[in-house]
């Protein structure tokens, strides 16, 4: 059983800058697709980064590509989300994911951590 656990959530002031790290225990690290989704009230879960096993491809969508960048380091077994430019669209929960297989059907993902609150004061 996959355990995650996120940090790096807070208030940070518009155009500011936060890093989530989420750090994975009890599984393989490497064999894992990891993520990054977001929660506002209100509204659907979403998928906000996602990385490859290796590490090699990665996926955002335009709402916050160029802005956000996932990392991963198998060593540590731990991912990150650096978020820059922070706008405040982007505040909600931000859950780290992680899936053998991939995030197509995000009820099917396998593994979830408890979230960490992103707020971004205008």
């Known amino acids: 059983q996959v355990q995650l656990v996120e940090s790096g959530g807070g208030l940070v002031q518009t155009g500011g800058s936060l890093r989530l790290s989420c750090a994975a225990s009890?599984?393989?690290?490497?064999?894992?697709?990891m993520g990054w989704f977001r929660q506002a009230p209100g509204k659907e879960r979403e998928l906000v980064a996602g990385?490859?096993?290796?590490?090699?491809?990665?996926y955002y969508p335009d709402s916050v590509k160029d802005r956000f960048t996932i990392s991963r380091d198998n060593a540590k077994n731990t991912v990150y989300l650096q978020m820059n430019s922070l706008k405040f669209e982007d505040t909600a929960v931000y859950y780290c994911?992680?899936?053998?297989?991939?995030?197509?059907?995000?009820?099917?993902?396998?593994?979830w951590g408890q979230g960490t609150q992103v707020t971004v004061s205008s």
């Open positions: 990385i490859s096993w290796s590490g090699s491809s990665t």
């Open positions: 994911a992680a899936d053998p297989s991939s995030f197509a059907t995000i009820t099917a993902i396998a593994y």
């Open positions: 009890g599984g393989t690290f490497s064999r894992l697709r």
